[in-house]
């Protein structure tokens, strides 16, 4: 059976890889851009900076899995809807939206050209 943190429920696919996969306890080696590697080993300094406690590359994987499958629907939504199509950038400008801030076309002009036009 697949270890899971008790607060999440058991889906289809976990059943799945379930009853197709036996699991083991053995690392796997994954590559990862040297850039986000660097930025994993700043995470875990602050981390241990933070804390006081040293915490392992393994346990802060393990970590960020458990916190990206918490949040999984933002998630997913930001990697499934980037970038934006045409017509959903439409759809975002068309939106009114009152700041509370009366301008008038000079203001305007002064900020967007730089002086009066």
């Not at 996969?21 to 241990?48: G, H, P, Y």
């Not at 458990?66 to 199509?85: A, C, M, W, Y």
Request: aromatic letters at 8%.
């Amino acid at each position: 059976m697949i270890f899971k943190p008790r607060h999440i429920k058991t889906s289809s696919i976990e059943k799945y890889i379930e009853d197709k996969v036996i699991f083991s306890f053995m690392s796997e080696n994954i590559k990862i851009l040297e850039k986000d590697k660097n930025i994993f080993d700043m995470v875990q300094a602050e981390l241990t900076l933070k804390t006081g406690k040293k915490i392992t590359q393994q346990e802060l994987f393990s970590h960020l899995i458990e916190f990206v499958i918490s949040r999984k629907d933002n998630f997913f939504g930001r990697l499934s809807k980037l970038p934006l199509s045409e017509k959903e950038k439409k759809k975002i400008r068309s939106i009114p939206c009152d700041m509370g801030v009366n301008t008038n076309e000079e203001e305007i002009d002064m900020i967007v050209y730089g002086a009066k036009r």
